[in-house]
Structure formats: structure tokens, C-alpha cells
């Protein structure tokens, strides 16, 4: 990244579901596929750049409040509008008429959406509008890395775990629900690939044991802007966050730091 190369706006949606045999809830993540440019085979999260069409409907609908109004609402259509690309999950979507939206629909919302390329289409043709209140602020990382994301990454609950995914296979090569600590521990075991910001997600998700406690204490955190800072100390370089955010680890060595 150069110093007058700005990070693109990009966004990301962390999605709970009850475990279909109990226990901790699950979140939906999948590995990318091995030619993606950014993160190329690292367990992340749905999501991607935010399009120049997630912009102009966002100017067509009133701004939500609690964070910077326009820029979050773009953001949130981002990642509703990549949710239903990369797994067909019509998450922050509603009907006009208040019913559910089913399998079937969403199946069509989404090879509608493949063939616009944008979300505005798909809710005309649909009869949905988006419910930004289904997606919570979570948090806001922008490394400088090598390819930089400004990236907003946002809550949302499933609710039941008796639900279809598939994933888009140009992007991903699969998709999977595991409790964040099932993730870190396959990370930790090398079956997993987990780039830093998805490393520090999933250890602060790793603390609550329902959507509903994340959320609470998503509301209640800070939504300062995240840059990872190098830091060194008696000759060994630590990648950095700021204290007092919501982590519970907020630093790794930099020589074990998978960046994407």
C-alpha cells in the first residue's frame, strides 16, 4: 500500500445460529478459494468490497443511527448483498407483506443477484426491502496490509440451525458452522487458515455463550477504527491492537501472524 493509497470500504457479516445438537452457538465461515487475491485459502467470514450500486441504494433509504449514517448503511447493504451471493442466505431481507422469506425464494433472490450484479433489482422484482436493524455493529478493522480493506463487520442472528448453505465456488471453496472456539481450535491444530482480524473475531466471539450476549456487548464496545500497529519489545516485533475495545488478546508475534 502506498501512503496516498486509501484501504476500500468493505464489509463483513458474523452469523449466529443455535448448534443443531446443543451446546455453544455456531457462526457461518468459509475458505476461500486458493486464486482469491486477499486471504486466498483463509477461514473467513461472508463479505467483500462494497459496489458503487451498495452506495446508491443506500442514498435511497433513511441512514440508521449509532454509527456514521451513510457510510454504515452502505456498508450493511455490502453485507447483506455478499451474504446472498457467497451462501445464499437472505440475512437483513424482508417481505413487503411480513411473511417469511422461504429456501425457494431466497434460491431465486440469489441467481437474480447473479445475474444484476446489484441488490436494488432484486428487491423490486422480489417485493423485499432490507431491515438494517437485523444487522448489529460489531467492529471496524482497517490493517495496512499489503491489499488494504477498511472492512465494518456487523452481528446478525439465524436463530434455528435446521438451514440450507451453499457456497459461491468462484470465491470459496466451502463453507462451515463451527462455535468460534471450534474454529480457533482448528486453527491452533493447523486444519484451519486464519488471518489475524479473523483470529482476534473469533477469540472475543469465543466469550459468549448466545447471540443475544454478543450483541449486548457489541452495543455496549467501542467502534473505534482498528489498525494493527508493529510494536517491539526486547528484540521480538508483536502485532498490536488497542486495549480496551472488546479483545481479549490483543497481541500476537508477528513471526506467527497470518496476514491474508
Known sequence: MTENEPPRPAATLIIF??????????VLMQVRAAEMRFAAGACVFPGGAVDPADAALAETLPAPEGWDGLPDLTARIAAIRETLEETGLAIGLTR??????????????????GRHNALHPVLKEMGWH?????LTPFARWCPRFARPFDTRFYLADLGTGAV????????????????PAG?????DAGSLSVIFPTRRN???????????EARIHALASPLDTITPAIVKREGTSWLTIPEGIGYPVTEERLETVQRG
Not at 130 to 134: F, Y
Open 17 to 26: 445460529r443455535h448448534a443443531p445438537e446443543g451446546g455453544s452457538p455456531q
Open 96 to 113: 413487503h407483506d411480513g411473511q417469511p422469506i422461504d429456501a425457494a425464494q431466497a434460491t431465486r433472490a440469489r441467481a437474480l443477484l
Open 183 to 187: 474454529a480457533l481450535a482448528q486453527a
Open 202 to 212: 473469533l477469540e472475543r466471539l469465543a466469550r459468549f455463550s448466545s447471540f443475544d
Open 130 to 134: 432490507i431491515d438494517v436493524a437485523a
Open 164 to 179: 440450507e448453505v451453499s457456497h459461491e465456488a468462484h470465491e470459496s471453496q466451502r463453507l462451515l458452522w463451527l462455535s
